[in-house]
């Protein structure tokens, strides 16, 4: 039996392990193999081969994934969409129809309002901070809710301790993108979730080096996801789950430092003169900070912000910030700097990015791992002093 490690730090570093270590390697080795000998499987879907995410590399991700969120079982795919869409697809079918979250990740978004009807399914957006609106929504034909954990990118944090009760009282099955928490600040499982889903890509690995995604909670889901992946192909390359692997060790470390810096750019930016809102759960002018408080370990290390000038005094803040690297990702080693309404959430309507409170000017802001007071001095700077 393998051993129960009980903190989430030893789990990172020794949970899925392969015992005894292969050839006494410390680190696992890549598999670069498509295919092994077979070994008298008698169901398709155990035979190893890299689509069907079964190989040496993959079973000692899903292992240690599965242990970091204390979930039965636990999933690696092609990237965070393919765990998304592959997860969602996974329990619903056509006829069905899906209560999401109004404000998400804007491939989330997309698939929703561009792609779920050539599949037969449809959706209701939901106000995540409203529960007593939910029932209002709700179909014969419903059969499951979605969420993020802080929504992307205004920082939002719905009642999710409501999500789980709604969904056990009314038959659905939840799922939640913990993607900016991270299984450091949030652990889905522990509170209900039936499916917590992953941008690999993000905090998990945190070096900008690959995209992956994953899916971890109750075993007969993510079994059936498994099935639903090995048949749309979106597996993980055993490359690819080698750095994973690999990045996943430093995640106690990268993401307890980023919470701190990140509650610190944000106090910095909420006492400047040309900085007109700040979204960030950690800050006590949140609006749900109480209740973040009480859900998550941390606060995370993203942040989104407005100034007084508008388009224009956004981007000559990026055009100025020397530190930040403009680009459309997050959770890595380096600082990043975007405006949603130009990459991630490109793809909704204006008007749809109105709605929701995504306006053109938003700032998205990704802490990484640089010194905090060289950022503020730099942000500063940025800002014109």
Known sequence: MAPRYKCIETKLVHAGEPEPRILGAVSMPIFQSAMFEYAGETDYHDLKYIRLNNTPNHVALHEKLAALENAEAALVTASGMAAISTALLTVLSSGDHLLAQDCLY?????????????????????????????KSKLRPN????????????????????????????????????????????????????????????????????????????????????????????????????????????????????????????AQFLERHRQVARVNYPGLESHPRNARAGELFNGFGGMLSFELNGGVEAAQSFMKSAQLPVLAPSLGGIETLLTRPATTSHSGMAPEDRRRVGISDSLIRVSVGIEATEELIEDFEQALGG
């Open 106 to 134: 804007g491939g989330t978004h997309d698939l929703l309002t561009r792609d779920f009807s050539s599949f037969g399914l449809s959706y209701d957006f939901i106000d995540g901070d409203d529960p007593d609106s939910w």
């Open 142 to 265: 419903t059969k499951a809710i979605y969420v993020e954990t802080i929504s992307n990118p205004l920082m939002q944090v719905c009642d999710l301790q409501a999500v789980v009760r709604f969904a056990k009282e009314h038959g659905l099955v939840s799922l939640i993108d913990n993607t900016f928490a991270s299984p450091m600040n949030f652990r889905p499982p522990e509170w209900g979730f039936d499916l917590s889903l992953h941008s690999c890509t993000k905090y998990l690995n945190g070096h900008s080096d690959i995209v992956a995604g994953a899916v971890i909670g109750n075993a007969p889901w993510v079994e059936r996801t498994k099935r639903k992946l090995d048949h749309l192909g979106g597996s993980l390359d055993p490359h690819a789950c080698f750095l994973l692997h690999r990045g996943i060790k430093t995640l106690a470390l990268r993401v307890r430092f980023q919470n701190q810096s990140a509650l610190r750019i």
